[in-house]
C-alpha cells in the first residue's frame, strides 16, 4: 500500500524557517516524481513545487521560488520542503503527492499544518 | 503562472448530472491532454478522480467523466449521490514544466 507521511510542521514565526518532511513507503521511490502543495485554511489547492525520481529536475510556483527549497534523498525514502523567510500566508496544510508517468497526482499524504505567526 | 478558472460552486439533485468547468489558457489546458480533477472533503487529502482530461484510475465510479474542449476542461457528473458533496479542483501542466490548480468548486447536492 502506498503511504506518505508527512512531518515537520508547526509554530513558526514570521521570518523564521521550517523543514517538512515527506516518508514514503510502498512502492520503489526513486521511480516517482514527487511534489508539494498547499491549501491555506478556508481556500483552494496551491502547487509549490516539483523534483523528479532522480532529483535533477526541479521546479517551483513564482510565487514560492527562492524561499522554498525542495530535495530528496532516495536512500531514506523521504523527500523534503525546506522554507525560509516565512510569513503569515504561508499557513497553510502542506502536502506531499506523488506523480505517476504523467503530471498528475495519484497519491498524497495527510497533510502537515504550518502555522506562520508572532 | 495565474489559477485556472472554475466556478466557485455548483448544485444538483440526487439522481441528475451536473458539470464542472476549468478554464485555462494556450499555455496549459490548452496546449496538453495533461489535466486532472481531485475530489476534496473537509479536513481529507484530496482524491485523483480524472487524469489525463478523460482517464479513471481504478475504483473511480463511471458517474465521473472528463473532457476538453479547447482551452477549457470539464468534469461531468452523472446520477449525483450525496456522497459526492465534496471540492472539486482541476489541474493542469503548463508550458513552463509546472503545475497549477484551479479555484476548487463547491459542490452541493441538494
Known amino acids: 500500500e502506498v503511504q506518505l507521511v508527512e512531518s515537520g510542521g508547526g509554530l513558526v514565526q514570521p521570518g523564521g524557517s521550517l523543514r517538512l518532511s515527506c516518508a514514503a513507503s510502498?512502492?520503489?521511490?526513486?521511480?516517482?516524481?514527487m511534489n508539494w502543495v498547499r491549501q491555506a485554511p478556508g481556500k483552494g489547492l496551491e502547487w509549490l513545487s516539483y523534483i523528479s525520481g532522480d532529483g535533477t529536475n526541479i521546479y517551483y510556483a513564482v510565487s514560492v521560488k527562492g524561499r522554498l527549497t525542495i530535495s530528496r534523498d532516495n536512500a531514506r525514502n523521504s523527500l523534503y520542503l525546506q522554507m525560509n523567510s516565512l510569513r503569515d500566508e504561508d499557513t497553510a496544510v502542506y502536502y506531499c503527492?506523488?506523480?505517476?508517468?504523467?503530471?498528475?497526482?495519484?497519491?498524497w499524504g495527510q497533510g502537515a499544518l504550518v502555522t506562520v505567526s508572532s | 503562472q495565474s489559477a485556472l478558472t472554475q466556478p466557485a460552486s455548483v448544485s444538483g439533485s440526487p439522481g441528475q448530472s451536473i458539470t464542472i468547468s476549468c478554464t485555462g489558457t494556450s499555455s496549459d489546458v490548452g496546449s496538453y491532454n495533461f489535466v486532472s480533477w481531485y475530489q476534496q472533503y473537509p479536513g481529507k487529502a484530496p482524491k485523483l478522480m480524472i487524469y489525463e482530461v478523460s482517464n479513471r484510475p481504478s475504483g473511480v465510479p463511471d458517474r465521473f467523466s472528463g473532457s476538453k474542449s479547447g482551452n477549457t476542461a470539464s468534469l461531468t457528473i452523472s446520477g449525483l449521490q450525496a456522497e459526492d458533496e465534496a471540492c472539486y479542483y482541476c489541474s493542469s501542466y503548463t508550458r513552463s514544466r509546472t503545475r497549477v490548480f484551479g479555484g476548487g468548486t463547491k459542490l452541493t447536492v441538494l
Open positions: 510502498g512502492f520503489i521511490f526513486s521511480s516517482y516524481s
Open positions: 503527492a506523488r506523480e505517476w508517468a504523467s503530471p498528475f497526482f495519484d497519491s
